[in-house]
DNA sequence: TTGTATGCGTTATCAA
DNA sequence: TTGATAACGCATACAA
């Protein structure tokens, strides 16, 4: 047991009198190798303490076997949630997991794409920040063949797949039920960004509001980064209206918890003057009161399917590009901020 | 612009009739080599899209400018804050972060730190899983002056420093908070753990109770795995008791949370009937009603300060065995749950 | 200031 | 079934 050195093939081989060859195939578990000899190496190899050494090995085969993460940011009850899902699945096939957040800027999620390609990740895994107008940072990754796979946050593109959730449909299912509890003027707070989720979660809004003869109403819409700080606003703001509305669909649950807080404090009563649907079923949608009815976001669910999906891919399953987009399964979770005749 | 091959040093060297050697130095920025040189092979390799293999390097200097985090769990707000933390420094030093989570287990943190090993992190940030009894998984690392440090689930070692708060003194400000308040009976909810931050939260709370004459009452520990769940079970136990306790101390937001809804829909009035207090100020407390007094909890400086730490210690700073324990600020942030007075 | 040569630990290609 | 040996891309001791 020296303290210093590492134990290499070599070492193996000496020792037993035999190659380096040998050695390297009887640790790969090579079936060309006889059970004696191989039995000999593991044994030998436990003994001394021997190590793989993953440079020597990935500089030889060109692999690395990590995958990369970027997110937008780490410390969100979502976020957070898909990363334990990726984690997870990485983990237990033998994959590293290396992760960076872009901070939601465009930028810094560009140098985190540097960052990754330089680290010669096998694949890359990518949620959107905000204001990311361009996804020209992964081409580099796609050049080399390199699979990139977007989630929740995506954009458009024929060679990247997509994981996420039908936000359009769950949008609408939201503002229905809304509606169906007697709603007809209904504010939508939402980001103030393109990126899909947020035009597709408006767009489901407006599609129930049609169905339902009910006129869009752009005063109705509130755009903001979806903060707590930003439910607290937003609740000044629809207090301010000049007709009060008697429902609010939230794109976020976090950011509807703190709205419905404020409002709750200028007296509002809800859902009886105001109905709440949020978005995501954050834990603090079941510590508001009322409970908070909202979209389930399976956020675990989402990190073990594209970090699944991508692992599979890397080890020669499917080919990517046949998949264009992966939709998880969500659900209207329906609580007492929006039952009105319960 | 090839695509399937890497340009390398080589390609550089000959394209300009230099040798490697040069070119690598001029790479690192030798000051050696002379400007011009430097600008010509600086040039070359932005117009190649010249990558430097990190396999290649890390085989040569035998570093990988990467740092390991093993974690007990990924989607919690605490720990996905201090990730952060983490990420932040160590992104902004240039170092790779490479994270897997022990789910609780300390079987499965032993993989963990296995894993980290074979793929040679620089340096190892942990924090304990619940059931960890024994910390020589670490020994390995520790032989071969790969330094570990470890922050707010900690144990005792000669070796390892330790980044975290003061349990006991932030248990005992908030017991006697509760003592102030008029409480005489305080049950504690704490985990079912001899983890250092659970046993010193105890201790914190005995200390208050005896400076206040106060007798130590263990049917008044409640001890569960602190989830959400727990929370609900925790607040039958306490309406079972024969006596009911007058002040409630909980280790953590979340389950002190779901406690106090639970006792609320049970009539219990808070804090008239039963003050309480949790740890951690995770966004929940801001969101039950009446706001939840506890400790602020500084997740993501405790991420950054514990990698920076470790980086600068890496970089060839001081030395790691010289501090012990660095001990991060917490307070206790006063809110309704437990105003009796206001 | 630059070049030569070697080793880092594996894997893969031959050949035996 | 095993062995010899050439890469993989980079950094550095030594020489020039």
Known sequence: MDKGKDVTIYDLAEKLNISVATVSRALKDDPVVSKKTKKKIFELAEEMGYRSNNFARNLRTQRTNTIGAILPRLNSYFMSTVIAGIEHVANSQGYNLIISQSSESGEKEQQCARTMFNNRVDGLLVSLAYDTDTIRHFDSFLKKDIPVLFFDRCAEHDQITSVLIDNRKAAYEATKHLIAQGCRRIVHITAHTSRNVYTERLAGYRQALEENQLPFDGSLIIRNNLSQEAGYEAAKDILAMPRLPDGVFVAND???????????????????????????????????????????????EMGEVAARYLISHLMGGAPMTATNTVLLRSELIIRDSSLRNP
């Not at 807080?261 to 009161?289: C, R, T, Y």
């Open 254 to 300: 976090n950011c509807a918890v703190s709205c419905m807080l404020a409002l709750k404090k200028q007296g509002v009563s809800i859902p009886a003057d105001m109905a709440f649907v949020g978005f995501n079923n954050d834990p603090v949608s079941m510590v508001i009161e009322p409970n908070l009815t909202t979209i389930n976001y399976p956020g675990y």
